[in-house]
């Protein structure tokens, strides 16, 4: 099926920052890690693991509509030297992907390509979520302070 110039272009755009999320969520997961936060590494990893089945939904959808995926292009990759860093750095992507997401969702119901819309709003609730995971380990943060919580995240058990 052919697909919509318009369309296919936002579809590379989500794609490339999907790419560029695995990378980042990947490599915070492999030096928490290596630092012993076992619990905010699994979640870092289960996020890379996330971002690879949206990018697998990107492909498979411009494959779908006659396009090519643009697996060659991507964002920084914001690598955090500690945890707070690698947090803030993952709000930025997650509250860019929404305002990307947002975009493109409307590009879609402008192109009337409802099967792409539903898709993206599928990955937006997902990055919505992540956000507000992120805003939650920001604010248990501010009460407990850091050090607590890398104490905490040392614990594979529990929240």
């Known amino acids: 099926m052919k697909g919509d110039k318009a369309v296919l272009s936002a579809l590379n755009d989500v794609l490339m920052a999907e790419l560029?999320?695995?990378?980042?969520?990947?490599?915070?997961?492999?030096m928490q890690v290596d630092w012993g936060y076992d619990k905010v590494a699994a979640h870092s990893r289960e996020e890379s693991m996330g971002e690879m089945k949206h990018a697998d939904l990107m492909i498979d959808r411009i494959l779908f509509l006659d396009g090519?995926?643009?697996?060659?292009?991507?964002d920084t990759v914001l690598v955090g030297n500690n945890v707070e860093a690698q947090l803030k750095n993952q709000y930025k992507i997650?509250?860019?992907?929404?305002?990307?997401?947002?975009?493109?969702?409307?590009?879609c119901l402008d192109k009337n390509d409802f099967g792409t819309k539903e898709i993206l709003d599928g990955i937006l609730e997902d990055t919505e979520e992540s956000v507000d995971w992120i805003e939650t380990q920001f604010n248990r943060i501010k009460d407990i302070g850091i050090q607590n919580y890398l104490t905490e995240s040392m614990n594979k058990e529990g929240n």
């Open 68 to 74: 090519v995926p643009n697996m060659q292009k991507y």
């Open 94 to 107: 997650e509250i860019a992907h929404v305002t990307r997401l947002r975009k493109h969702i409307k590009t």
């Open 20 to 30: 560029t999320a695995i990378n980042i969520y990947y490599i915070h997961y492999k």
